[in-house]
T-cell receptor, first 113, second 112 residues
């Protein structure tokens, strides 16, 4: 069964450093998303991406965050200057349509110290 | 932001019993409804989705949707200890850009 691949699985970074979280979505999927889940809390939407541009972003997705799909396969989330409160699991999701097939990657656990 | 509500639990059922998980949503424009299972420290795993009013069955799982009441449920028959996890309800509405909107999840514990 096709998978969404995320790397790294765990990243520890110092506050103020930049991090890049990487995702390889399922190849025929068209819609891409980043979600995060702070420990013990609900899964929260960050940003959606379609046709090589952001289609929607949440209030969480401020100027510190950016996404891109530089080579048509990888989908990256960059956090420019990490804060302690950015510590969370970050999930990449891809889907073929907006009806079904939302597939989660295995996640990146980001720890900001 | 439209909301999705679930009881956080924990819901405890004995092995072999039926577990019933409930979810309500506030956006009447919601069109697709999903149940995910999440084990601690892992990513959500899709169990099933439903679009139409009524029941949809897949093995031991049945999803039930009532759009008039804005209510979706998941029944797990013959519950097993391996079903112990957090169950996430999510909805998609084209009014909200087609993204998944999650409830806070219900923790299920199946006791042997």
């Amino acid at each position: 069964e096709p998978e969404v691949t995320q790397t790294p699985s765990h990243q520890v970074t110092q506050m103020g450093q930049e991090v890049i979280l990487r995702c390889v979505p399922i190849s025929n999927h068209l819609y891409f998303y980043w979600y995060r889940q702070i420990l013990g809390q609900k899964v929260e939407f960050l940003v959606s991406f379609y046709n090589n541009e952001i289609s929607e972003k949440s209030e969480i997705f401020d100027d510190q965050f950016s996404v891109e799909r530089p080579d048509g396969s990888n989908f990256t989330l960059k956090i420019r200057s990490t804060k302690l409160e950015d510590s969370a699991m970050y999930f990449c999701v891809s889907s073929e349509s907006q009806l079904d097939g939302y597939t989660f990657g295995s996640g990146t656990r980001l720890t900001v110290v | 932001q439209k909301e999705v509500e679930q009881n956080s639990g924990p819901l405890s059922v004995p092995e072999g019993a039926i577990a019933s998980l409930n979810c309500t949503y506030s956006d009447r424009g919601s069109q697709s409804f999903f149940w995910y299972r999440q084990y601690s420290g892992k990513s959500p795993e899709l169990i099933m989705f439903i679009y139409s009013n009524g029941d949809k069955e897949d093995g031991r799982f049945t999803a039930q949707l009532n759009k008039a009441s804005q209510y979706v449920s998941l029944l797990i028959r013959d519950s097993q200890p391996s079903d112990s996890a957090t169950y996430l309800c999510a909805v998609v509405s084209y009014n909200q850009g087609g993204k998944l909107i999650f409830g806070q999840g219900t923790e299920l514990s199946v006791k042997p």
